[in-house]
C-alpha cells in the first residue's frame, strides 16, 4: 500500500508563494503519476496540476503559470512552487498517486491534506 505524506501547506498574503511537497513510500510496482488536487468548502475536489513519470504535464487553467509542479521519479516525491497565490486559491491541497502495486493492482492514494491560506 501506498502512503502520502505531505508539507508544506499555511497562511501566506496575496501575490505570496508556498511550496507544497508530497512524498510517497510503501511497496509498490510502479506510480505513473503524482498530482495535486484541492478543495475549497462548498466545492468538489478539482486537479490542480498532475505529471507523470515520462514529465508530462497538466494544469488547471486558474493556475497555469502561477504554479509549477515537479517530480522525482528515484525518490516518489512531487513538489508543487505556488507563485502569485490569490484569495482564491484558499482550499485544502490533496497529494495523489496513481499507478501499479506490488502485485500490479491499479491504486490511486491520498494524502491527508494540507491547509492553505491566502489572505487578500
Known amino acids: 500500500q501506498v502512503h502520502l505524506m505531505e508539507s508544506g501547506g499555511g497562511l501566506v498574503q496575496a501575490r505570496g508563494s508556498l511550496r507544497l511537497s508530497c512524498a510517497a513510500s510503501g511497496r509498490h510496482f510502479s506510480i505513473n503519476a503524482m498530482g495535486w488536487y484541492r478543495q475549497a468548502p462548498g466545492n468538489q475536489r478539482e486537479l490542480v496540476a498532475l505529471?507523470?513519470?515520462?514529465?508530462?504535464?497538466n494544469y488547471a487553467d486558474s493556475v497555469k503559470g502561477r504554479f509549477t509542479i515537479s517530480r522525482d521519479n528515484a525518490k516518489n516525491t512531487v513538489t508543487l512552487q505556488m507563485n502569485d497565490l490569490k484569495p482564491e486559491d484558499t482550499a485544502v491541497y490533496y497529494c495523489?498517486?496513481?499507478?501499479?502495486?506490488?502485485?500490479?493492482?491499479?491504486?490511486?492514494?491520498w494524502g491527508q491534506g494540507t491547509q492553505v491560506t491566502v489572505s487578500s
Open positions: 495523489n498517486a496513481a499507478g501499479l502495486s506490488h502485485d500490479y493492482v491499479p491504486f490511486s492514494s
Open positions: 505529471i507523470t513519470s515520462g514529465d508530462s504535464q
